[in-house]
């Protein structure tokens, strides 16, 4: 799920020193947004981001997507990523010196054994939240209170994931291990909350009908598990609801892969011509083979908290876009096209094949999942379409050409 509209107020929001971009209050119903500080050509990056905190998806870490526990850095190798996705153990794939992956680096926690790409993702993890999150020698026990949390949360959450009851709690594991906690409360409250009926609409949206009856049960099992005086606030109905939103509006979606990553490799090699189209042929194939398997859960996925680009608005017609080029929580923002100083960057909370549906179509999802109405460029061009949805764009709901699913497959 991306950001919402402008839901990052306060002084770490603003340029870094050189920063090509910098977050300003443009209006009370719209929030900040984010603006370039100077010209930025087309495909240059804008900025490269850390989130305050991250979380990969609990579905999909049950379902073996291995990812690092703190930078989400898939730790599979391409081979073996591909042979899962297939289900075909003996497939076999060229140049696997493109493979990225170390696993000579990979480390452990040595009391719960979940594991980390390397000794500084480690050591990263057990100085902000994982000495309050370790479950030691209960990891494997249902009845211990973070495993009974995640449990519930994984019976009320169904794939596909749009966020993390743990990213919640790597917050509040944060403030508790942190020696200045009001430092890392007055981080966390630069995440604009919502007002109590669009906090609402959010936690209906995320857990369904009986949403109610069902966040007072996370509630109550977050508290078991975590409760601080310190937060006391964050465990009350209100302010539950309120935290369950920030996550739920804020959070930004973040996807891995080291089969992508050696896609990205084998394009860039200089072949001979034959060699090229063998080569091209083999991975098209693969991704046919993959979808047809696993269908659009190709990625190790989690999301995480940024400051810089959850100011980022809205646009059906976009002039920037995130991804993951590193394989793991770094977020790139780069420019879709020449971008002048004083413009405002929006990215689009929409996929490619949602932006091309109709403005009714569009903004129907927008204010279900975002809460807004969109005023881009393009939907006021299209303001006096009639608000309807076509039988084409229903029909079309779900189909993905192969051109489309290379780059979801590859565009991490």
Same mark, same amino acid.
């Given at each position: 799920?991306?950001?919402?509209?402008?839901?990052?107020?306060?002084?770490?929001?603003?340029?870094?020193?050189?920063?090509?971009?910098?977050?300003?209050?443009?209006?009370?119903?719209?929030?900040?947004?984010?603006?370039?500080?100077?010209?930025?050509?087309?495909?240059?990056?804008?900025?490269?981001?850390?989130?305050?905190?991250?979380?990969?998806?609990?579905?999909?870490?049950?379902?073996?997507?291995?990812?690092?526990? /703190?930078? +989400?850095?898939? @730790?599979?190798? !391409?081979?073996? &990523?591909?042979?899962?996705?297939?289900?075909? #153990? *003996?497939?076999? =794939?060229?140049?696997?010196?493109?493979?990225?992956?170390?696993?000579?680096?990979?480390?452990?926690?040595?009391?719960?054994?979940?594991?980390?790409?390397?000794?500084?993702?480690?050591?990263?993890?057990?100085?902000?939240?994982?000495?309050?999150?370790?479950?030691?020698?209960?990891?494997?026990?249902?009845? /211990?209170? +973070?495993?009974? @949390?995640?449990? !519930?949360?994984? &019976?009320?959450?169904?794939?596909?994931?749009? #966020? *993390?009851?743990? =990213?919640?709690?790597?917050?509040?594991?944060?403030?508790?291990?942190?020696?200045?906690?009001?430092?890392?409360?007055?981080?966390?409250?630069?995440?604009?909350?919502?007002?109590?009926?669009?906090?609402?609409?959010?936690?209906?949206?995320?857990?369904?009908?009986?949403?109610?009856?069902?966040?007072?049960?996370?509630? +109550?099992?977050?508290?078991?598990?975590?409760?601080?005086?310190?937060?006391?606030?964050?465990?009350?109905?209100?302010?539950?609801?309120?935290?369950?939103?920030?996550?739920?509006?804020?959070?930004?979606?973040?996807?891995?892969?080291?089969?992508?990553?050696?896609?990205?490799?084998?394009?860039?090699?200089?072949?001979?011509?034959?060699?090229?189209?063998?080569?091209?042929?083999?991975?098209?194939?693969?991704?046919?083979?993959?979808?047809?398997?696993?269908?659009?859960?190709?990625?190790?996925?989690?999301?995480?908290?940024?400051?810089?680009?959850?100011?980022?608005?809205?646009?059906?017609?976009?002039?920037?876009?995130?991804?993951?080029?590193?394989?793991?929580?770094?977020?790139?923002?780069?420019?879709?096209?020449?971008?002048?100083?004083?413009?405002?960057?929006?990215?689009?909370?929409?996929?490619?094949?949602?932006?091309?549906?109709?403005?009714?179509?569009?903004?129907?999802?927008?204010?279900?999942?975002?809460?807004?109405?969109?005023?881009?460029?393009?939907?006021?061009?299209?303001?006096?379409?009639?608000?309807?949805?076509?039988?084409?764009?229903?029909?079309?709901?779900?189909?993905?050409?192969?051109?489309?699913?290379?780059?979801?497959?590859?565009?991490?």
């Amino acid at each position: 799920m991306a950001a919402a509209a402008g839901d990052v107020c306060g002084s770490a929001a603003g340029a870094q020193p050189g920063a090509a971009a910098e977050a300003r209050f443009i209006s009370s119903a719209k929030g900040k947004g984010l603006f370039a500080t100077r010209s930025i050509r087309k495909g240059e990056t804008v900025f490269v981001e850390r989130p305050v905190v991250a979380s990969q998806f609990l579905w999909n870490a049950l379902y073996n997507y291995r990812a690092c526990d /703190h930078c +989400l850095r898939a @730790l599979e190798t !391409a081979e073996e &990523n591909a042979q899962r996705l297939l289900g075909k #153990s *003996s497939l076999v =794939l060229p140049h696997p010196e493109q493979c990225s992956i170390r696993k000579d680096l990979h480390q452990q926690c040595p009391r719960c054994q979940v594991t980390y790409c390397s000794a500084e993702c480690r050591q990263a993890a057990l100085e902000q939240y994982h000495q309050v999150l370790c479950l030691g020698p209960s990891r494997d026990d249902p009845a /211990h209170p +973070l495993n009974k @949390l995640q449990e !519930a949360w994984r &019976n009320m959450h169904y794939p596909p994931e749009t #966020s *993390s009851i743990m =990213l919640m709690a790597r917050m509040v594991a944060t403030v508790k291990q942190a020696k200045d906690k009001d430092w890392w409360i007055k981080a966390f409250s630069q995440f604009c909350s919502k007002t109590a009926n669009e906090e609402e609409e959010i936690a209906h949206k995320l857990l369904g009908d009986k949403f109610k009856g069902q966040l007072e049960l996370l509630r +109550l099992l977050f508290t078991e598990a975590l409760y601080d005086e310190h937060l006391s606030r964050w465990f009350t109905p209100e302010g539950f609801r309120s935290l369950f939103a920030l996550v739920g509006t804020n959070g930004q979606g973040i996807g891995t892969s080291s089969l992508s990553q050696w896609v990205h490799a084998c394009d860039a090699l200089d072949l001979p011509v034959l060699q090229r189209e063998e080569l091209d042929a083999f991975i098209d194939q693969l991704y046919k083979d993959i979808e047809k398997e696993s269908g659009e859960f190709l990625n190790c996925e989690g999301s995480g908290l940024y400051v810089l680009q959850s100011c980022c608005n809205h646009s059906c017609i976009p002039n920037a876009e995130t991804s993951f080029p590193d394989n793991n929580f770094l977020l790139h923002l780069t420019a879709l096209e020449d971008i002048e100083a004083g413009e405002e960057i929006c990215i689009s909370y929409l996929d490619c094949c949602q932006r091309e549906r109709s403005r009714h179509s569009r903004n129907k999802i927008l204010r279900e999942n975002y809460l807004f109405a969109c005023s881009c460029p393009k939907c006021l061009a299209q303001a006096d379409d009639p608000d309807a949805t076509s039988d084409e764009e229903e029909e079309g709901e779900g189909e993905t050409d192969d051109a489309e699913l290379e780059d979801e497959m590859t565009d991490v």
